[in-house]
């Protein structure tokens, strides 16, 4: 079949990066392009927004309860008189700022866990999969919020709250990872000639157990921007800065006479996540090919 | 008799989890800012060094840390909490009153999860490209990436405010009087909202698993077998595929305790729902540590126990696990 990008015409195989062949992978998932090309536009809003539209989200600058498209305020304003388009757009930099660091710090945590009991074994694991055990017993919600109450709603301390609750789940598929490809040939080949632990552990086996990692941590953004989203709903929210969830919250007495107020910070906060977890099924089917086919 | 020592086996461990709970909340009260000494001082407007020290000296906060950490383990394993300045109460009769109401909503949601999820599963797995089974695939988009206090209200917006079919608060309105039935009717009424918000993230959960689980089932061997002898489809499902698609599903249920906890105090929040989320969320507003470090403590052993009720009803359902011991 000389119509498949896969295969050359004149079917001499060639090599490919194996970067461009996932990228064609992704390609063919419509629902993950579209979804990209979305999350493309939030992440430039949150990144060049409040330049383009310079309203201080803090601001009161209009009548309370103005509907959206009413008064030139393109969402409306919030029972303070605050122009929403502006918390919209100010929200967009907290959300995908606390899901990005978030999710950066849990995989840090969940891939150190996993590759030292997946490498290790024996007693190493033992402990560090009983310690993974009793993080999976706590309420993540509740003890977050407990360690924000405890020391400060500021965003590192927020950002660390999400972070260290949320390992659990990379330190099992790194683990589970780390089991199957330990035992692989080119392993113990690359052991018997003589490489140091560390080097195996980081620069042999880690980048074969990557592919399942990515996906896990794409997934995990998104699963970080619901949980900063549940904590400022519940006002364990930095003060200084707007946030969607926090914008929910502080409305919500609201809701009879406007609505809007709640709806739309929901609508973002949706598309943002269901976007982040489209992309992540397109990157699932760009890493794992063989598991699409089947 | 080995299932009965794993069993046994599984109880100590949940206990050794319990102490190590207890461990990090006690840690945790160390390390922040502030203690009881300083809260009762605020509390009295103010205080002056001699009395501060008094004080730390009347609730032992002068000792070492180990010997305050064995104290505070003792005084919980005793069920002694700690006091809440804040309400006037001992901890844990604050608790206990707030507990069950969480206690309710979150096991209806759980099981009523469960419940809709296989029947879901199954009617899909036998039709994959039926109503149902996009029905799954949608739910299961909509229950990750939805906000679950947007969701709860946007039912509050519509199906009690709008349509005023259902209470907007609480759990149980106090001007009815009457019998168990009329009180029962009136819990539930309230509940409606709630669970469904709760319920149809983990309903999303469950029917996707399940229609996996199920799939795999009905390609298997011994159900061509079955079909084979001349059963009907009806019987092939409900009788023998069913049950060997249950294990796995019922193995997510118990994991996700904690993470229903988690959603309750969201909902409990939206639908003010007396349970230990709102208690939670009023103790950090008011900054009242041990209230919240015993809700922290009282979430962790639901979702133990949990696990344990878990464990055992896949006992009874998977007979494998038994022999496995």
Known sequence: MSTNPLIPKDNVPIARHPAAEAWEMFRRNHAAMVALVVLSAIVLVAIFGPYIYPIDPFDMVWAPFSPPGVDGFILGTDYLGRDLLAAIIHGARVSILIGLAAALMSVFIGVTVGALAGFYRGWVEEVLMRITEFFQVLPTLLFSMVIVALFGASLPMITFAIGIVSWTAVARITRSEFLRIRELEYVTASRASGTKNSKLMFKVILPNALPPIIVQAALMVGSAILFEAGLSFLGLTDPNVVSWGQVIGSNRQYILDAGYTVTIPGIAIFVTVLAISLVGDGLNDALNPKLRQR | MASLQSLMMRILYAAILLIAVLVLNFSMMHMAPGDVADTISQSMGGADQELLDQIRADYGLDQPFLVQMGRYIGNVLQFDLGYSF??????????????????????????LALFIGVILGVISARKPNGIASHFVTILALFGYSAPVFWTGILLLIGFSLKIQLFPVAGMRDVTIEGGFWVHFIDVARHMVLPVITLGSIFLALYSRLSRATMMEVLGSDYVRTAKA??????????KHALKNSLSPVITLA????????????????????????????????????????????????????????TDLALRLVDPRVRSKG
Do not use: C, H, M
Not at chain 2, 97 to 103: D, I, K
Not at chain 2, 229 to 238: D, F, I, N, S, W
């Open chain 2, 229 to 238: 002898k001349g059963l009907t489809e009806r019987q092939v499902v409900y």
């Open chain 2, 86 to 111: 804040f309400y006037n109460k001992p901890v844990t009769e604050l608790i206990l009153q707030r507990l069950p109401a969480t206690l309710l909503l979150v096991f209806v949601a759980q099981i």
């Open chain 2, 254 to 309: 118990g994991l996700q305790f904690s993470a229903v906890i988690s959603g309750a105090v969201l909902v409990e929040a939206v639908f003010s729902w007396p349970g230990l989320g709102t208690l939670a969320f009023q103790s950090i507003i008011a900054r009242d540590t041990p209230t919240i470090l015993g809700i922290l403590f009282f979430s962790a052993l639901v979702v133990i126990v949990g696990n344990l009720l």
